[in-house]
């Protein structure tokens, strides 16, 4: 289910992908051509969904949902590729598990005794997986650090059952804001730590990177839904204030830490006065994202915002 940059098993250097990314008020599909450096988007939809499917970014009513799956497939007539479906973020728990150094087979054998005493529900009633990460502390090369991604089995159960209903072959099940990451970040490799932070109408995604790794990863409450919200410091607050805390929390976390760059993006990012509150209260430098320019593919004509997470989804088999 989850994937961090670099660590998909199906990892591919040219063909077709699709990413279907579920927002409060949409989904956003993309399909991309190509190869990594030569990518162009064969197909960019975005399908009205109703009104209460998901809330706060949680899945709240599959039907609807599968209902806009049908009005999907009644727009591009059929699924031609196999399709890496995004879960709304705060159906997926994320979170940093050590152990001693040990192959990862190993390190999943033990979490599924372990499970929890890390996650509010059994190991019988999860889907999840883990992957690799490099995090900067000193004794980072004596273990094994992993991001364990996990969400109830009944929520993906569901989701494939939709899928499947509609003709829609799965290639994987995936956390929005982990594909968010991966969209944000770009085809290149990184240095040093840095922040993305994916702004949609009801919550948003606030997360710390290290290199190609995500380590951290937060969600925040702030209704953003009006103008009025999105244009006032009230509305912004909540965001800006967890965004400070999250920069003390990964300097206390990580010793020696100072991120000093943060991605902004996502449905609503450039429509607020956050990137410009981030910089003069945060002291941060804020880079507006432009997936388009960010992997050098031409935008669609007529483009909407809001379509990183697809594209992350879409590119999760290429990088």
């Known amino acids: 289910m989850f994937?961090?940059?670099?660590?998909?098993?199906?990892?591919?250097?040219?063909?077709?992908?699709?990413?279907?990314?579920?927002?409060?008020?949409?989904?956003?599909?993309?399909?991309?051509?190509?190869?990594?450096?030569?990518?162009?988007?064969?197909?960019?939809?975005?399908?009205?969904?109703?009104?209460?499917?998901?809330?706060?970014?949680?899945?709240?009513?599959?039907?609807?949902?599968?209902?806009?799956?049908?009005?999907?497939?009644?727009?591009?007539?059929?699924?031609k590729y196999p399709v890496i479906l995004g879960v709304p973020s705060r159906d997926i728990i994320l979170r940093l598990v050590e152990y001693p150094k040990m192959p990862i087979e190993d390190v999943k054998a033990a979490l599924q005794f372990e499970f929890d005493k890390y996650f509010p529900y059994p190991y019988n009633e999860a889907a999840a997986d883990v992957a690799e990460v490099e995090v900067p502390t000193p004794e980072a090369a004596d273990k094994s650090t992993v991001l364990v991604a996990t969400c109830r089995q009944r929520i993906v159960s569901d989701l494939m059952r939709g899928a499947s209903r509609v003709g829609m072959s799965l290639a994987a099940i995936e956390p929005m804001n982990v594909a968010f990451f991966r969209a944000a970040i770009g085809p290149d490799a990184h240095t040093g730590s840095y922040f993305v932070v994916f702004v949609e109408p009801e919550t948003t995604q606030i997360m710390l990177g290290y290199k190609d790794n995500g380590i951290l990863f937060r969600s925040t409450s702030a209704d953003l839904t009006s103008r009025e919200m999105r244009e006032s410091d009230d509305g912004i607050m909540p965001i800006l204030r967890d965004v400070q805390n999250t920069i003390i929390f990964a300097g206390n976390q990580y010793r020696g830490m100072a991120p000093n760059q943060l991605i902004l993006g996502g449905i609503i990012s450039k429509d607020s006065r956050l990137g410009e509150l981030l910089e003069t209260t945060a002291s941060i430098s804020v880079a507006p994202l432009n997936i388009w320019d960010l992997w050098r593919v031409a935008a669609p004509p007529g483009s909407a915002e809001g379509f990183e997470a697809a594209f992350g989804l879409a590119v999760r088999n290429l990088i």
């Open 3 to 79: 994937s961090k940059k670099g660590a998909s098993k199906n990892k591919v250097l040219k063909g077709n992908f699709a990413g279907l990314a579920l927002h409060g008020d949409s989904l956003r599909y993309v399909e991309l051509s190509g190869g990594r450096g030569a990518l162009k988007v064969a197909r960019q939809e975005l399908i009205p969904i109703a009104s209460g499917a998901i809330q706060k970014d949680s899945v709240s009513a599959m039907d609807a949902i599968v209902t806009a799956f049908e009005a999907l497939k009644a727009t591009i007539k059929s699924f």
